[in-house]
């Protein structure tokens, strides 16, 4: 039997949506300078990730992070949490020196994980582009042993 930890998706799930709102830089983004409040911000986060991918019809025009954590067996004795993050804008959005605000946003959060959770216990972790449905975003994915969080 391996070892486990009792609810180590959902204390994930919940520790990277409470990473993100406390960031007052990426908060600021996601709400385009509007007032930053923990509504207006909460709405913009998406709680399963495959759900929002899977009909962007309800999705409006703005700039989005979406986040899923899994179990997964690594190996016979140690189990880990694949946690990934993607962000996401149906409008190109850039700051007044024309950075994107998605790379902007990955490099805050990539910075934030690090912060969060000591580097030598993050495995697989990459920040990498993608295209879904023609829009750009970007992917930040890693793995933590359910023995370290």
């Known amino acids: 039997m391996t070892k486990t930890k009792k ?3 959902t204390f994930m799930k919940q520790a990277i949506k409470e990473m993100i709102l406390q960031d ?8 385009g300078n509007e007032e930053n409040n923990y509504k207006n911000v909460k709405e913009l986060l998406g709680k399963n990730i495959y759900d929002y ?10 700039t989005y992070i979406l986040y899923d954590a ?3 067996q690594r190996h016979e004795d140690e189990n880990v949490v694949c946690v990934s ?7 190109a959005n850039h700051d007044e020196n024309y950075n994107n605000y998605i790379d902007l946003l990955s490099e805050h959060i990539s910075d934030n994980i690090f912060e969060k959770w000591d580097s030598k216990h993050i495995r697989n972790y990459y920040n990498r582009a993608i295209t879904y449905e023609g829009l750009a975003s970007r992917n930040i994915s890693f793995q933590i042993s359910v023995d370290y969080i």
């Open 7 to 9: 609810n180590s998706v």
């Open 24 to 31: 007052s830089e990426v908060t600021k983004i996601l709400l």
């Open 53 to 62: 991918l899977a009909d962007f019809s309800r999705i409006k025009n703005s």
């Open 70 to 72: 899994n179990l997964i």
């Open 85 to 91: 993050i993607i962000i996401t804008s149906t409008v």
